[in-house]
T-cell receptor
Framework: GQQVMQIPQYQHVQEGEDFTTYCNSSTTLSNIQWYKQRPGGHPVFLIQ?????EVKKQKRLTFQFGEAKKNSSLHITATQTTDVGTYFC?????????????FGTGTRLQVTL | NAGVTQTPKFQVLKTGQSMTLQCAQD?????MSWYRQDPGMGLRLIHYSVGAGITDQGEVPNGYNVSRSTTEDFPLRLLSAAPSQTSVYFC????????????FGSGTRLTVV
């Protein structure tokens, strides 16, 4: 079945440093979604990427979808303490007969001053 | 808009007890789903529904039942609670399975002793 892997599992950065998390799928995806979960909170939808090679930006966050639609990345420029949380990717595979959104295991980001 | 409302927020059960986790959404979303979140395991799909009267199993359905009699409500029933069901449970909804971002409820933290 479809597997979605995320690396790293955990990253600790100093405020102001950049951060990147990577998401890799075992199958070609129809789209990929990214979510953020603050400690003790629930996942919150950030963005969806659909097209091969697509790049989208939200302020300091840059999301990329690979050319083969099997990988994605989230890059945060100049992290702030408000960026603390776990970032999940979720890959949507729609084969017509079956469709499935599979979440990655997440990357936990810790930011210290 | 309330979004997705889950009750209760916390629950302690004894092994063998049954209970129902409630989930309601007011966004007229067709798709609703239940996930459990365990440390290091990400979000795993338990059951989902693509519309009123239609439900299907996810990745980890054993020990859980669902029903969808209305568009708004999607309760999750634990038949006979086991310690392995200690987890945080999230309900999520979307306009359409996988093609739009999911809105998550705030979660139910369940402990089975």
């Amino acid at each position: 079945g479809q597997q979605v892997m995320q690396i790293p599992q955990y990253q600790h950065v100093q405020e102001g440093e950049d951060f990147t998390t990577y998401c890799n799928s075992s199958t070609t995806l129809s789209n990929i979604q990214w979510y953020k979960q603050r400690p003790g909170g629930h996942p919150v939808f950030l963005i969806q990427l659909v097209k091969s090679g697509e790049v989208k930006k939200q302020k300091r966050l840059t999301f990329q979808f690979g050319e083969a639609k099997k990988n994605s990345s989230l890059h945060i420029t100049a992290t702030q303490t408000t960026d603390v949380g776990t970032y999940f990717c979720a890959g949507w595979e729609n084969t017509g007969t079956a469709s499935k959104l599979t979440f990655g295991t997440g990357t936990r980001l810790q930011v210290t001053l | 808009n309330a979004g997705v409302t889950q009750t209760p927020k916390f629950q302690v059960l004894k092994t063998g007890q049954s209970m129902t986790l409630q989930c309601a959404q007011d966004m007229n979303h067709e798709y609703m789903s239940w996930y459990r979140q365990d440390p290091g395991m990400g979000l795993r799909l338990i059951h989902y529904s693509v519309g009123a009267g239609i439900t299907d199993q996810g990745e980890v359905p054993n020990g859980y039942n669902v029903s969808r009699s209305t568009t708004e409500d999607f309760p999750l029933r634990l038949l006979s609670a086991a310690p392995s069901q200690t987890s945080v449970y999230f309900c999520a909804s979307s306009y359409y399975q996988g093609a739009y971002g999911y809105t998550f409820g705030s979660g139910t933290r369940l402990t089975v002793v």
